[in-house]
């Protein structure tokens, strides 16, 4: 008697789990190319194709494989390293930034953490306003 409560119970709890919809697989968000720049010292990102390729004024340049690239509350956090170097991006979106020497202002303010070079600030993304005025 016991063992066909315990065999009811079971079926019960089976066929109420069967009619719950199943949740929608979460889709992760991918930041895809991406540049910045920044002065004093001069400095440039790209990322493409899984790749981080940091270039320096003071010659301090190199590429690695992106390890994580994450979707925040106010923009991305990118990170890559090796045995020899590192690098964290951090990317705000939607603030506004002036290059402070072309004249120019990007969507993003980046801020670049890397081996050797120290912590870095500049700007990235879309051309928002050039020298004349227009993007």
Same mark, same amino acid.
């Given at each position: 008697?016991? %063992?066909?409560? =315990? =065999?009811? /119970?079971?079926?019960? =709890?089976?066929?109420?789990?069967? !009619? @719950?919809?199943? @949740?929608?697989?979460? *889709?992760?968000?991918?930041? +895809?190319?991406?540049?910045?720049?920044?002065? @004093?010292? !001069?400095?440039?990102?790209?990322?493409?194709?899984?790749?981080?390729? $940091? /270039?320096?004024? %003071? #010659?301090?340049? $190199?590429? =690695?494989?992106? @390890?994580?690239?994450?979707?925040?509350?106010?923009?991305?956090?990118?990170?890559? $390293?090796?045995?020899?170097? %590192?690098?964290?991006?951090?990317?705000? /979106?939607? &603030?506004?930034?002036?290059? !402070?020497? /072309?004249?120019?202002?990007?969507?993003?303010?980046?801020? *670049?953490?890397?081996? &050797?070079? #120290?912590?870095?600030?500049?700007?990235? +993304?879309?051309?928002?306003? !050039?020298?004349? #005025?227009?993007?």
């Amino acid at each position: 008697m016991k %063992n066909m409560m =315990l =065999l009811s /119970s079971l079926a019960v =709890l089976l066929l109420t789990a069967c !009619g @719950e919809p199943a @949740e929608a697989p979460v *889709v992760e968000e991918k930041l +895809g190319d991406y540049s910045a720049l920044g002065t @004093e010292p !001069g400095w440039t990102v790209d990322i493409e194709n899984d790749e981080i390729a $940091f /270039s320096s004024q %003071n #010659g301090k340049d $190199f590429k =690695l494989p992106v @390890e994580r690239a994450k979707k925040t509350a106010t923009g991305w956090e990118v990170r890559g $390293f090796s045995d020899a170097s %590192n690098i964290n991006i951090y990317i705000t /979106s939607g &603030e506004t930034c002036s290059d !402070g020497m /072309s004249d120019r202002s990007y969507a993003d303010t980046v801020k *670049v953490q890397a081996s &050797e070079v #120290g912590t870095l600030n500049g700007c990235g +993304g879309t051309v928002t306003e !050039g020298p004349d #005025g227009a993007p």
